[in-house]
Structures are given as C-alpha cells and as structure tokens.
C-alpha cells in the first residue's frame, strides 16, 4: 500500500511537471527588440499610438529587423548585416504590422503582406549614415480603411493634404488589395511617384499633374473623401492618376562632386542639406545629388513654380562652409559643381547645366 502511495505521488509531481513545461506563457511581447540602435539601419519617429515590429520588404522571420516603440522619439532600427550589408546601397520597403498582428501571426507572419499598419519607401545608404527621419504619422490605426489598388509599374507614396505632407503607406507596382487602417476624418490623398536613379544615386519623385485644358490644369491630381459614420471604407485605383498622365519633378538636382582633400556639405542658408537618400557628408572622390525643391505657387499647395533662387549657397566643411554666388535652379533641370583643393583653401567651378531630369 504505501508503494502505492509513493507511485502515487511520484505519478503527480511528474504530472505537475509536464504540465508546466507543456503550457508556456503566452507571448507578451518581451522577446520583440525594441532597442534605440545608435549603429543604426535607419531612422523612424513614430506618431501612432500603436508599438510597431519592422521587417524589410515583407513580413517573414528572415526579414525581421527589430521593434518600434510609440512616444514619438527619433528611434534607431537595428543594423543586421545579413539584411543591411555594407556592400552596396538599396532602396527598400519598410513594411510595419503593430505588435499584436506580429504576436498573433508568429507563426504565419506572410499572411500579413497585404494589410500593414503601414509601409515607406526607405534607402539603406552605404557611403554615409542615412540622416532621414521616416516618420510614421498618427493618423493610422483607426478602424476605418484605405484600400489601394495598383495596377501599373510606378512605386507610389499616399500623402494626405499635399504633395509634401504626411505619408499614410506605400505601394510597389502590380499590388492589389492593400489595406491601412486610419482614423476617422477627412482625407485628400496625393499620389507621389518613386524611384531610385541609380545614375544620379537619389531618390527621385515625380507628381502627376492635371492636363492642359483643364478647370485644374497644372495642378496636383488628388482624390479627396470622408471616413465617416456613413463611410467605413474608400478604395483608392492609382491607375486612375495615370491615365493622360503629365508628370513633374517639383526639384531640380545639384550633383556636388567632391576632388577635394577633404569631406564636404552643403547648405541652404544656415540649413545642412540632405539627399533622398539621407546623405549629408560628400567625402572626398564622391559625389552626391541634392534635390532642391521648387517653392509652390503663391496661393497653392499643390503647384510648383517653374524656377527657384538660391540667394545662400554654401559648400564646404562645417567649419567653414564658403558662400557661392546666388543661382538661378529650373525645375526638372539637373546641375553640376566641382569642387578642388583642401580644408584651408576651396575652390569652386560654376555651376552648369547637365541634363533634363527624366523619370
């Protein structure tokens, strides 16, 4: 009897055991890395309510970079260097689900490729950290949606109010059924066409324009609409922007090429400029392209004027960056300088015409 007794317990304690082991704590999110690189890949600021997992290109265990939390602080994504070697420059997708589709879909993480929190164009810079700060706007995680249908080759930006405002997603070409979920509100989206040039190293933009002949003629293309009690949902076509497509570049594009001694900036008044592809230094041997945006029509948000003066341009060091005479950028123009010698003594060829910008 008492062996019995001992099997008994024996039998219990293994029990309890097993049944401990067999029953792990539901996922909490503890294992997410929500640490603030500073030997970051990139940059983000996130204003939505909601913490974010980031993953690049698309939602797979492989392609996970690290975690997002909210606050809108500047935050440093972690560099893995089997996702972001120091080989060569790419642009990419930065696709972001919130922390509770990630927890819930651990196991079947593709499942989510057409319903991001939201998705950004960004750039993995090689020749110098990428200064850009990829902000993800509070405007997302409401329960209304914005569906996208994409239908042609263009990678396009969803901006909301203008041409330069905020970001609601990103689409690749060919992509179909792409929902971001969205607070409630009135809503005019601009479609913003892009692109990596790789024979200027930029990210270049392009924005559909209304044709000649029309009420809106020269104007950004936009669809506007309200998500509202009567209105949960709106489906954008982007083929619906291209169609008569006239398209422009709002900037033109200064390729600084640097022969000098040492590594370089420039600045726009008292500005440090950055390209699209978040470079700031032009080290020595290198060039970079700076995009220089053309000012909107007095009146507008959404139209460019045809040419922009830059009374304050300066190139050189930080410490002693040199002022160049005034000039005169036309929109959809690319330029060129050469600049010579070293720290102490810097010199300047003109600028000068290079090309007409395509896209």
């Known amino acids: 009897m008492k062996n019995?007794?001992?099997?008994?317990?024996?039998?219990?304690?293994v029990g309890l055991v097993l049944g401990l082991?067999?029953?792990?704590?539901?996922?909490d999110g503890?294992?997410?890395?929500?640490?603030?690189?500073?030997?970051?890949?990139i940059k983000v600021k996130n204003d939505s309510n909601r913490k974010l997992v980031a993953f690049l290109g698309s939602p797979s265990p492989e392609n996970l970079i690290s975690g997002i939390p909210t606050g809108g602080n500047v935050h440093g994504l972690k560099k893995d260097a089997k996702l972001f070697p120091n080989?060569?420059?790419?642009?990419?997708?930065?696709?972001?689900?919130?922390?509770?589709?990630?927890?819930?879909?651990?196991?079947?993480?593709?499942?989510?490729?057409?319903?991001?929190?939201?998705?950004?164009?960004?750039?993995?810079?090689?020749?110098?950290?990428n200064e850009l700060v990829y902000t993800i706007t509070g405007t997302l995680g409401g329960n209304k949606r914005i569906t996208v249908q994409n239908s042609t080759a263009y990678n396009v930006e969803l901006r909301n109010n203008g041409r330069d405002g905020t970001i609601i997603g990103y689409t690749k070409p060919e992509n179909y059924n792409i929902v971001f979920n969205v607070n409630a509100g009135n809503y005019m989206i601009f479609p913003v066409f892009r692109k990596f040039n790789s024979a200027l190293g930029t990210i270049m933009s392009a924005f559909p324009?209304?044709?000649?002949?029309?009420?809106?003629?020269?104007?950004?293309?936009f669809e506007e609409f309200?998500?509202?009690?009567?209105t949960s949902e709106y489906t954008i076509d982007v083929n619906n922007f291209v169609k008569g497509i006239k398209i422009t570049a709002g900037a033109a594009f200064l390729i600084i090429q640097n022969n000098a001694a040492t590594g370089i900036g420039f600045w726009d008044g008292g500005t440090r400029q950055t390209t699209e592809t978040g470079g700031q230094a032009i080290n020595r041997n290198r060039s970079e392209t700076f995009t220089i945006y053309m000012e909107k029509q007095p009146g507008t948000t959404d139209e460019f004027l045809a040419s922009r003066v830059i009374g304050q341009i300066r190139i050189g060091t930080s410490a002693n960056p040199i002022t160049l005479p005034s000039f005169e950028f036309e929109n959809g123009k690319i330029y060129k300088i050469i600049v010579?010698?070293?720290?102490?003594?810097?010199t300047f060829s003109s600028i000068t015409y290079e090309s007409d910008w395509v896209f």
């Open 87 to 129: 080989t060569s420059p790419f642009d990419f997708v930065l696709f972001l689900v919130t922390e509770e589709d990630y927890l819930a879909n651990k196991k079947n993480l593709p499942s989510l490729a057409s319903r991001p929190f939201t998705s950004l164009y960004a750039y993995h810079n090689v020749n110098s950290p």
């Open 4 to 13: 019995l007794q001992k099997l008994y317990v024996v039998v219990l304690i």
């Open 21 to 27: 082991v067999g029953c792990p704590p539901e996922d």
């Open 30 to 41: 503890t294992e997410i890395d929500y640490k603030n690189y500073s030997d970051y890949s």
């Open 340 to 346: 010579n010698g070293d720290a102490g003594n810097l």
């Open 226 to 230: 309200s998500l509202d009690n009567a």
């Open 209 to 221: 324009e209304y044709e000649p002949g029309t009420q809106l003629e020269g104007r950004a293309k």
